[in-house]
Nanobody, 123 residues
């Protein structure tokens, strides 16, 4: 089993940047495809980005394309999400997730989830 802990969220003005981290423990994240999702109150969790086991394949949701960058450092057991050109609509709780068998853009393949980190973008 793997435990995931997100960090790096906070309050930022529109147009600003944030760097999110997801630190894993219990297992090597090289065993997992990793993803980031986000959620606002009353809404379903939305796919943001995913990255394959070695980082070869990367996918972004429409909201993230061109502004967010996912990366991973398996030697540090950590996944990152760089957020740039932030908008108030990016305000959400951002979750990190790990998938053992499938690199996906939906919640289904992901076996483990972190507790989330709040990102708030002011206008």
């Amino acid at each position: 089993q793997v435990q995931l802990v997100e960090s790096g969220g906070g309050l930022v003005q529109a147009g600003g940047s944030l760097s999110l981290s997801c630190a894993a423990s219990g297992r090597e994240i090289s065993d997992y495809a990793m993803g980031w999702f986000r959620q606002t109150p009353g809404n379903e969790r939305e796919f943001v980005a995913s990255i394959s086991w070695s980082g070869t394949y990367i996918y972004y949701g429409d909201s993230a394309m061109g502004r967010f960058t996912i990366s991973r450092d398996n030697s540090k057991n950590t996944v990152f999400l760089q957020l740039k050109a932030l908008k108030p609509d990016d305000t959400a709780v951002y979750y990190c997730a790990a998938a053992a068998t499938t690199l996906g853009a939906t919640m289904g393949p992901y076996d483990y989830w972190g507790q989330g980190t709040q990102v708030t973008v002011s206008s």
